[in-house]
Structures are given as C-alpha cells and as structure tokens.
C-alpha cells in the first residue's frame, strides 16, 4: 500500500509561483513512476507533468513546458512540481499519483495506469 500526501496548493496572483510537494509511503518510493495530474471545473484530467521510474524521461503538457519543473529526493520520498510564471488557466485541483508498473524508462498520461492517488490540492491563480 502506497500513501500519497500532497501540499503546497493556494491562491496566487498571475505571474506567481508555488511549489507542490507529495510525500509518498513505502520504501520503494524511488522505484515509483510519479505524475502530477491536474483537473479545471468542466475539463479532463489531464497530465501536467510526470517523472518515469528511472527517472531519466521526464513529461510536460505543452501548456506548462518551460514554467514548470518536476523533480524527486528519494532521500526524502518526495515529488515536487515548481510551478513559475502562473496563468489563471492553471487553476485546478493538482493531484499527485504513482505508477509502480509502467516499463522502467515510461511516463504515462492514462490516468489508469497510476495505482495510488493523493487527496489533492486546490490551486487558483488570479488575474
């Protein structure tokens, strides 16, 4: 059983930036494939970035590359995502999700492969 917990969400005015991090349980966190999906009232879920379990492939929507940054400390069991220069189009429910799974150097965007799930967090960004 894997236990995501994540923190870092608020509000912010455009142009800001936060900082997401989710703790994961279990000691083979730096074995897990990790994203951070995101969900807007009326939209999909969509992946906004995502980390494979090597680590070595790393995946951004076309809509965060270059404002946002996925990264781990495995020391620490922790993902992060970096969010910079923040739109109001941002604005959604961030959660994080691991893959245990997926071939070694693979980030996935179905939603369905990721079998653990946080609670999520609120992020609106303002104009």
């Known amino acids: 059983q894997v236990q995501l917990v994540e923190s870092g969400g608020g509000l912010v005015q455009a142009g800001g930036s936060l900082r997401l991090s989710c703790v994961a349980s279990?000691?083979?966190?730096?074995?897990?494939?990790m994203g951070w999906f995101r969900q807007a009232p009326g939209k999909e879920r969509e992946l906004a970035a995502g980390?494979?379990?090597?680590?070595?492939?790393?995946y951004y929507a076309d809509s965060v590359k270059g404002r946002f940054t996925i990264s781990r400390d495995s020391a620490k069991n922790t993902v992060y995502l970096q969010m910079n220069s923040l739109k109001p189009e941002d604005t959604a429910v961030y959660s994080c999700?691991?893959?245990?799974?997926?071939?070694?150097?693979?980030?996935?965007?179905?939603?369905?492969?990721?079998?653990?799930w946080g609670q999520g967090t609120q992020v609106t960004v303002s104009s």
């Open positions: 999700a691991a893959d245990l799974y997926s071939p070694w150097t693979t980030v996935t965007k179905v939603a369905r492969d990721y079998e653990y």
């Open positions: 980390i494979s379990r090597s680590g070595s492939t790393i």
């Open positions: 279990g000691r083979t966190f730096s074995t897990y494939a």
